[in-house]
């Protein structure tokens, strides 16, 4: 059912749209991203790091308070608000910077929103002491000051980017301008399950450890699989990893959650940005459109090409929720099972809740807890006083 890809082509997705020069960058990325990712020295080293840097396996933990108060489908959680830096982003942080290693970059460059993307790759950098550029939308900088300062705390330089709105599309293309100039000496660490090819089959690749251990670890307390697992939706790479061991079993419902407020596979329409083909939201100019989540890591117009594709053929299901729901989902975790979820993950969490209601006992719901939400308690706190 699901295609082989081919040359980074989910169906019609995916693919890689970008000037001559970068093109040819991203044919060397893809060629040492294929010899290394099998070779076991390059797998025992990045198995090594997960699991004594950002403190792999994480635990699948039974979510007893929540699933009685429920009273139907048993819900698990899939918890990498564990791993180091709170968040599975680091999974990918630590993949692609061996990687760089390997191809022998000396300088490591990122682009960030909210600053989570960069604040992992800050953290990597500083662990294999590569020298680390993280670009940034000025917008950004003023709005997540804190995320900046905690960049340059782990050793890295931010650069704030003024063309544009000052957003994360105008840091993305500042940081493709630099490797275009730079690709001798540079890698470009990206943060999601997007951009061109190769970076979202990689990303995916170094992800999928999530769903590699939740397999062992269902199969393990259940002894089946589950009926569904269900991730939140920003560019597609925690949903991806959280996917990926279960997209050859048929029997289980794999379900991405979009905030309302950036839907993009729910409303958008086939279209290219940021070098490769996805379902995107644009605005009236043919121009990604502008979103509005409340979680920060949500807040982006596409989505990954391969999950345009499982939307398109159907394996998986995307659904939304509101900020609200997730808002209360967010209060609900913490309370009842003393876990606060990552504003991201509390979308995840809220649909959980509503699918747990429709199956019954017999079902197994496992749904990825992406990251903890320590990050977010200031801006709920804000919230709440308005
Ligand atoms: C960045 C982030 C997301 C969204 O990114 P994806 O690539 O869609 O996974 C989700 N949850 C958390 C906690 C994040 O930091």
Redesign the pocket.
Same mark, same amino acid.
């Given at each position: 059912m699901v295609e082989k890809v081919e040359n980074g082509l989910f169906g019609e997705f995916g693919g890689s749209y970008v000037p001559e020069d970068l093109q040819t960058v991203l044919e060397g990325l893809a060629e040492a991203f294929e010899t290394y990712k099998d070779d076991p020295e390059f797998q025992e080293e990045f198995r090594y790091y997960l699991k004594e840097y950002v403190g792999r396996d994480n635990p699948l933990t039974f979510a007893q308070n929540l699933t009685q108060k429920i009273g139907s489908a048993k819900i698990y959680l899939k918890r *990498?608000?564990l791993n180091h830096t @709170? #968040? $599975?982003?680091i999974n990918n942080a630590i993949g692609q910077i061996l990687l760089a290693k390997r191809m022998g970059a000396t300088r490591v460059i990122a682009e960030t929103g909210?600053g989570? $993307?960069g604040v992992a790759t800050a953290t990597a950098c500083a662990m294999f002491n590569i020298p680390c550029t993280i670009y940034m939308g000025k917008h950004d900088t003023e709005r997540q000051a804190l995320n900046v300062f905690r960049m340059e705390l782990l050793g890295a330089t931010v650069v704030p980017v003024e063309a544009g709105q000052g957003r994360l599309k105008d840091a993305v293309d500042a940081a493709l301008g630099d490797l275009i100039e730079n690709y001798q000496t540079t890698f470009y660490l990206l @943060? &999601? #399950? =997007?951009g061109p090819h190769p970076y979202p089959t990689m =990303?995916k690749h170094f992800?999928s450890i999530i769903s590699e251990e939740s397999k062992l670890q269902i199969l393990e307390k259940e002894g089946k699989l589950p009926t569904a697992v269900v #991730?939140? =939706? @920003? %560019? %597609?790479?925690?949903?991806?990893?959280a996917f990926a061991n279960y997209i050859e079993e048929e029997n289980v419902r794999l379900i991405g959650v979009e905030p309302k407020e950036a839907a993009s596979i729910t409303e958008g329409v086939p279209a290219i940005i940021h070098g490769f083909k996805c379902l995107t939201l644009l605005d009236e100019y043919g121009e990604p459109a502008p979103t509005h989540s409340i979680?920060? %890591?949500?807040d982006?117009p596409g989505i990954?090409p391969e999950h345009s594709f499982l939307k398109t053929n159907g394996r998986a299901e995307y659904v939304t929720i509101t900020g609200d729901d997730a808002l209360e989902a967010f209060k609900e975790l913490s309370q009842v099972e003393g876990i606060i979820p990552?504003l *991201? &993950?509390s979308h995840a969490i809220a649909y959980t809740i509503k699918l747990a209601k429709k199956l019954t006992k017999d079902d197994v719901i496992i749904v990825n807890l &992406? @990251?903890?939400g320590d990050k977010d308690v200031d801006q709920v706190f804000q919230m709440e006083k308005l």
């Open positions: *990498e608000d @709170g #968040a $599975h982003k909210a989570q $993307h @943060g &999601s #399950a =997007v =990303v992800q #991730a939140c =939706v @920003g %560019g %597609g790479s925690n949903a991806i990893g979680a920060a %890591g949500l982006y990954g990552a *991201e &993950s &992406s @990251g903890r």
